[in-house]
C-alpha cells in the first residue's frame, strides 16, 4: 500500500495550490479518502472527506466554500483544491485512506507542507 501526498509549498494569503494523494496497492473506490491537517503541537485536524464514488462530501467548518475535495477512481488519486488560502491554513497536509470492515483499515501518505504566508 502506498499514498504519495504531493503539492505543498509556499503561497501567498488569497492564493490557492492543489494537493494530490496518489495511491496504488488497495481497491481504491472502496475506500473513504479523507486530507488531514497537523501543526506543531497541535492534534491531526480532519479537513475534508469524500466517499468511495466520490458523491458524499465533508469539511470543516474552517475550510467550508474554500477547499474542495474530489477524487479519481481511475486514477486511484484524491485532490483537495485549496482556495482563498489563509495564514492559519498553514500545517502539513495527509491524505488517509480508510475502510470499515471487521475492523478500521487506515493507511496514510506522508504529508506535504502547505505554507500561507500574510
Known amino acids: 500500500v502506498q499514498l504519495v501526498d504531493s503539492g505543498g509549498g509556499l503561497v501567498q494569503a488569497g492564493g490557492s495550490l492543489r494537493l494530490s494523494c496518489a495511491t496504488s496497492?488497495?481497491?481504491?473506490?472502496?475506500?473513504?479518502m479523507n486530507w488531514y491537517r497537523q501543526t506543531p503541537g497541535k492534534e491531526r485536524e480532519l479537513v475534508a472527506t469524500?466517499?468511495?464514488?466520490?458523491?458524499?462530501?465533508y469539511y470543516a467548518d474552517s475550510v467550508k466554500g474554500r477547499f474542495t475535495i474530489s477524487r479519481d477512481n481511475a486514477k486511484n488519486t484524491v485532490y483537495l483544491q485549496m482556495n482563498s488560502l489563509k495564514p492559519e491554513d498553514t500545517a502539513v497536509y495527509y491524505c488517509?485512506?480508510?475502510?470499515?470492515?471487521?475492523?478500521?483499515?487506515?493507511?496514510w501518505g506522508q504529508g506535504t507542507q502547505v505554507t500561507v504566508s500574510s
Open positions: 496497492g488497495f481497491t481504491f473506490s472502496n475506500y473513504v
Open positions: 488517509n485512506a480508510r475502510r470499515r470492515v471487521a475492523m478500521v483499515l487506515d493507511y
Open positions: 469524500i466517499s468511495g464514488d466520490g458523491g458524499t462530501t
